[in-house]
């Protein structure tokens, strides 16, 4: 019988804000429709956070020419309050995020169980684009 071993894949940012905001921003349903989606042509209309274990989210991201859409959801395993989330996605597969608070820059890490249907590389790319869409909203704000 054969097994297959995933390789998780890590996308990170360093966010020049402290770890309260960049908290905050991350996740805060009306701060998350404005940076969860990897390119302008994107939007999220509607996102819903329980941020605490057992918890569940939920944000539609979807194209602005109505064309297609998704809900990006599941449910939270492990929360520490400006450090540390862990989720599991509706399909199964895991998500652990690290929050590195130092003074007015904060360095967010995501690590993910990727998913069969695209390359990985492609997946990368688009977890960092949001990544790096985030980063720009709260340095901005």
């Known amino acids: 019988m054969e097994t297959t071993t995933k390789t998780k894949v890590t996308v990170s940012a360093t966010v020049n804000a402290p770890v309260a905001k960049v908290w905050q921003y991350w996740n805060e349903p009306q701060h998350i429709m404005n940076w969860a989606f990897a390119s ?32 990006f959801g599941g449910v939270y395993d492990q929360v520490i309050e400006h450090k540390l989330i862990e989720y599991t996605l509706g399909d199964g597969r895991q ?23 695209h390359p990985v590389d492609f997946q990368q790319a688009g977890w960092q684009a949001i990544l790096d869409n985030f980063k720009k909203y709260t340095e901005e704000a």
Do not use: C
Request: glycine letters at 10%; proline letters at 5%; charged letters at 25%.
């Open 40 to 71: 302008p042509d994107w939007h999220a209309p509607a996102a819903t956070n329980d941020l605490r274990v057992g918890g569940t989210f939920s944000t539609t991201m979807a194209a602005k020419d109505g064309s297609f859409s998704f809900d």
């Open 95 to 117: 998500v652990k995020i690290t929050f590195e608070g130092n003074g007015n820059e904060t360095k967010v890490t995501e690590t993910f169980d990727p998913e069969d249907m």
